[in-house]
């Protein structure tokens, strides 16, 4: 199959998405890199075009890696010395390479709907966290029939069925399965995004507070006069 209009080259998506998410466009990306910590290995699934990586994370990271299912846009990134591979993340035998974060940007919709199954295979190989930004406010759900129907068409990534979106309440109810990770959760500029940050681990993981050691208890004085009370 191939892919839908806006998949099709680099230049056509950024357009779409530049006149998308007009002045917040590089905040979606910003507000993402920001939560990964320097010198971190990354992991990317469906990394569209590679902007993140390219305008973001290059020369701060220690290492990246990206996946995604468009070989024009894995084209494009390994002629640019990135290290990009074809993988349908739908595989029943999916494996994925280990990484200290893992990201999803714009693309959990795919998913849909069980969106769970990937979200828990990010979180099986990070080391520290997971990011997932996902958008809450779309085309596909327009109350408008003729825009809803131009936004589930436009993004066929070559793999069909791509109709349905998140809502914040939907995104919502999904993270909460994993609320005892959240790390921050946030709306990006212009709140067309929601970010989730994952901690790798729940955090009653972590060993708990020590306590500090009670004070010694006073020895009750001896009234009987005999030792052992015989
Ligand atoms: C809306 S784009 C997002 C690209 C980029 N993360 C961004 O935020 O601009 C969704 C990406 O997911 C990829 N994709 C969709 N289904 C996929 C699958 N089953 N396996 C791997 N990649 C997939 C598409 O090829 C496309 O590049």
Same mark, same amino acid.
């Not at 998410?21 to 993402?32: K, S």
């Not at 469906?46 to 996946?67: D, E, F, N």
């Not at 997932?132 to 066929?156: F, H, K, Q, T």
């Given at each position: ?5 806006? @998949?099709?080259?680099?230049?056509? @998506? ?11 466009? +590089?905040?979606?990306? #910003? ?5 990964? $910590? ?9 990394? &569209? ?8 994370? #290059? ?21 640019? &010395? ?13 494996? %994925? ?5 893992? =990201?999803?940007?714009?693309? %959990? ?7 769970? *199954? ?13 990011? =997932?930004?996902?958008? =809450? ?8 029939? =003729? ?9 066929? $990534? &070559?793999?069909? /069925? ?22 921050? +959760?946030?709306?990006?500029? /212009? /709140? ?8 790798? *681990? ?7 507070? *020590?306590?500090? !050691? ?5 020895? #009750? !004085? ?7 009370? +015989?």
């Amino acid at each position: 199959m191939t892919p839908s209009l806006i @998949y099709r080259s680099a230049a056509g @998506y950024e357009l779409l998405m530049r006149a998308l998410y007009g002045r917040h466009y +590089a905040d979606r990306m #910003r507000a993402v890199a920001e939560q990964v $910590p320097d010198g971190s290995s990354v992991l990317e699934l469906c990394c &569209g075009p590679g902007t993140l990586y390219l305008r973001h994370l #290059r020369g701060r990271v220690g290492s990246y890696i990206a996946l995604d299912v468009n070989d024009r846009f894995l084209r494009r990134l390994r002629r640019a &010395g990135v290290d990009a591979s074809h993988l349908d993340l739908n595989r029943p035998d999916l494996e %994925l390479p280990e990484a200290d974060v893992t =990201i999803m940007q714009a693309s %959990l919709y795919h998913f849909l709907p069980h969106p769970e *199954r990937i979200v828990d295979h990010m979180l099986s190989v990070a080391r520290d966290r997971t990011i =997932i930004s996902e958008p =809450i406010r779309n085309l596909a759900s327009s109350s408008l029939p =003729i825009m809803g129907l131009l936004g589930r068409r436009a993004a066929d $990534p &070559g793999t069909g /069925g791509h109709g349905q979106r998140f809502t914040e309440e939907t995104l919502d109810r999904l993270m909460a399965h994993h609320r005892e990770r959240v790390l921050s +959760a946030f709306t990006i500029p /212009g /709140g067309r995004e929601k970010v989730f940050v994952l901690s790798a *681990r729940p955090a009653w993981h972590s060993p708990p507070p *020590r306590q500090p !050691a009670p004070p010694p208890t006073p020895r #009750r !004085a001896d009234r009987s006069g005999t030792a052992g009370g +015989a």
